[in-house]
């Protein structure tokens, strides 16, 4: 049968009916008042012919009056695709012969510019797409609209959105006419603009019985008839709203800080990767004296401040310290937390957000001599800690006495619980330089700028990061007869040809050797090494082939970023001593102090992950074998499991395939996702959205000044630095940036990101190699776009837009 009544049709039928005719079904078995209709299924779209008789007969029952003919492919109304408005609906059709035509222009609408385009960003299969088409009796509203069970804008899940106007919801949906707004919560409203009172409490009571049924917040086409009659004609997920934080039981809300942005990571973390950063972060933090509850929040790691936000002492420094890692940005949502009056402090204070008392004294201790004794000897703190590092490296390498999975599990299990006796040696000679870094600005007040303070922190030695950089820049500059061949050859065919042997020696692997266990996105356990897979660092490789100007090498760029540095500092003091003697001379020891220290900063996740690769490579491994006795589909499907489950799955037989299918159909849903907020409430809001809008000013983006510095340049937008082709010259615009990324800084002439701190990795390296930074410019990778002429101006921290597009290399715009 090619036609069904919508009565008929169940929410497991969407493979048959589309996803719209699917919600649509399940509205009428949960009783709620839909108009009367059928639905043409996706077997008659295969064969490609209306199946004319039977869709007369059905109109016939329905009394052949004027009809709505809605399109129902089966990749609409899903959880992270709506597909609203993509494809095509005719109102008002009467007579057969104006149905059969609807329903053809339905079909067509499936491979129209606009559906394909958004299948694409979706990374949707256009062959895996058909299309049913929904046929139903056309209601005559007075008033019709949109419902929204949470806050589509703010995301809070406690307050439902309505948009309403007189007459269609087509005017609505459309934007064509302007419409009434109204904001559900717990309060009664007076009668205002084309709703009453009354059926807004109708709609509010409709939304959380919708909510409450399909379980998650609800985007809900409605419509009231002359009769006061509510009509459902549409119920799917709100696929716009970022994951809600779990919940916490607590009766007051609670805030969530972004932690991923600090490792540069927007995209979400596989599971096997967060319950071992959750655990690392806990404990670096614990080192510290404080404890935060780490939560997995849309595959992201957000830190539960709430504790300290609401104790008195700790809140008293929460902003100021978020200034080293988190940025402005972060620090602004934390403002507007610490003034809302849900956020007093308690009496008591906080419980969770500090140590004990003893613990907290213990650690204070071991901080005071670690850190001055790296400022006193910064040379004895750089080779303990260089050292503590090659002992971690050989430390980490597991025996090779392990034959089993079960083996590899218990290796990679006390891994996980033992604890690094060399993280003293490690942490505070880097605590040390932050500390160094980030003084001076207060001391200085008056004296100097952030401006002069950043430009004495360029061309930093002793950077693990950039000395990777510098290391790839010589591997470049060696190729010699094989220079077209790495231009010409695409990246992962280079990749394939080294794993195979039969490239050219060219160095690579030599520098795997020493570099192989880093990659971007590098702190996630589940995310393949350079060394797995070399494609990245081939790419990067091409783009420095491209610089053909000596002076731009990032060698020459260092080295001048360095000499500028010490030419600031001996100014900056000179001027600081003369003003104030005191303040200069402490100010001067410091900088110069961060200068030998500051650098260090990136050692400590380098040293990280050489347990984080042979745990990753032991797990392969079990993954190996549980995939050779049939329990998972491929080795790296491991990653989609936590370690109790892969036990269970080792030791029990547990088969945890439809886990792992499920855990990554959900990544590749966050993987799309470009907004991830830098702080929640519990109750799904996010902060940012909330606060005051900064003015705009025409064509330029405002941000925070990260490098000094002015340069006019064709944007370049990159997602993934994977495969990014960046010309000398071009304006690198990307969401974050962490290691994996710093290559591409080579060939860049500014970086411009939406998130990061001035001493965050990526301004870090941008003032080493002398290049302007904006940082903190919101939807900077959707408002700029690539080819555009920008200038970015790190002193102002500003981006101007200049439109039209630059023209692109052929000169074409």
Known sequence: MHVIALSEVTAAMTAVVGGKAAGLGELIRHGEQVPDGFCVTTEAHGLGVVPTAEVVAAYQRLGAGPVAVRSSATAEDLPDASFAGQQDTVLNVTGTAELIAAIERCWASLHSDRATAY?????????????????????????????????????????????????????????????????????????????????????????????????????????????????????????????????????????????????????????????????????????????????????????????????????????????????????????????????????????????????????????????????????????????????????????????????????????????????????????????????????????????????????????????????????????????????????????ERHRHGTLPDIGMTAFLDAYGHRGVAEVDLGVPRWAEDPTPVFAALANYLRVTDPRQGPDQRFQRASAAAEAALRELVGRARRRRPVRGSIAGFLLRRARSLAGLREAGKFAGLYPLRETRRQLLLVGADLHDSGLLDQPDDIMFLTLDEAHAAVHQGVDPRATVASRRATHRRELRRRNVPVALLSDGTDVETILPAVPAVDGTLIGVGASAGRVTGPARVVHDPATAHVEPGDVLVAATTDPGWTPLFLTAAALVTETGAIMAHGPTVAREYGIPAVICVPDATRTITTGQLVTVDGGAGTVTVHRPPAPNREGRP
């Open 119 to 495: 299948r694409e960003a979706h990374g949707i299969d256009h062959r895996t797409v058909l299309m049913a088409v929904v046929v139903q009796r056309m209601v005559t509203p007075t008033v019709a609209g949109v419902l929204f069970t949470a806050n589509p804008l703010t995301g809070r899940r406690d307050e439902m959105a309505v948009d309403a106007a007189a007459g269609l919801g087509t005017t609505v949906v459309d934007g064509a006419t302007a419409v009434d707004h109204y904001l559900l919560d717990d309060v009664t409203r007076d009668e205002a603009g084309c709703l009453t009172a009354a059926q807004l409490a109708r709609l509010r009571a409709t939304g959380e019985r919708l909510q409450a049924h399909f379980g998650c917040p609800q985007d809900v086409e409605w419509a009231i008839d002359a009769d006061d009659v509510l009509w459902l004609l549409q119920s799917r997920p709100i696929t716009s709203l970022f994951p809600a934080p779990p919940p916490s039981g607590k009766p007051l809300p609670r805030v969530y800080l972004e932690f991923g942005h600090v490792q540069g990571m927007r995209q979400p973390v596989t599971p096997m990767g967060m319950s071992t950063l959750r655990a690392q972060i806990a404990a670096m933090l614990a080192a510290l004296g404080v404890r935060v509850e780490i939560v997995d929040i849309g595959g992201r790691l957000y830190g539960d401040l709430t504790d300290l936000a609401r104790d008195r002492s700790s809140r008293k420094r929460l902003v100021r310290l978020l200034a080293v890692d988190f940025g402005p940005r972060a620090q602004a949502v934390m403002q507007h937390v610490l003034a809302d009056p849900r956020f007093a402090p308690t009496k008591g204070g906080a419980t969770r957000g500090r140590a004990p008392g003893a613990a907290s004294l213990r650690t204070a201790g071991r901080a005071v001599v670690g850190i001055l004794r790296a400022l006193a000897r910064p040379e004895a703190a750089r080779t303990r800690m260089f050292e503590a590092i090659e002992q971690l490296r050989v430390r980490s390498a597991a025996p090779a006495d392990l034959r089993t999975a079960a083996d590899r599990l218990r290796f990679v299990q006390a891994t996980e619980a033992d604890a690094d006796d060399t993280a003293d040696a490690i942490m505070w000679p880097i605590v040390a330089g932050m500390l160094a870094t980030a003084l001076p600005t207060a001391l200085l007040k008056g004296v100097a700028g952030p401006d002069e303070i950043h430009a004495v922190l360029g061309g930093m030695p002793h950077n693990v990061t950039i000395e990777m950089d510098l290391a790839l820049w010589r591997l470049a500059q060696g190729a010699g007869d094989h220079r077209q061949l790495l231009l010409d050859t695409p990246p992962a065919e280079l990749a």
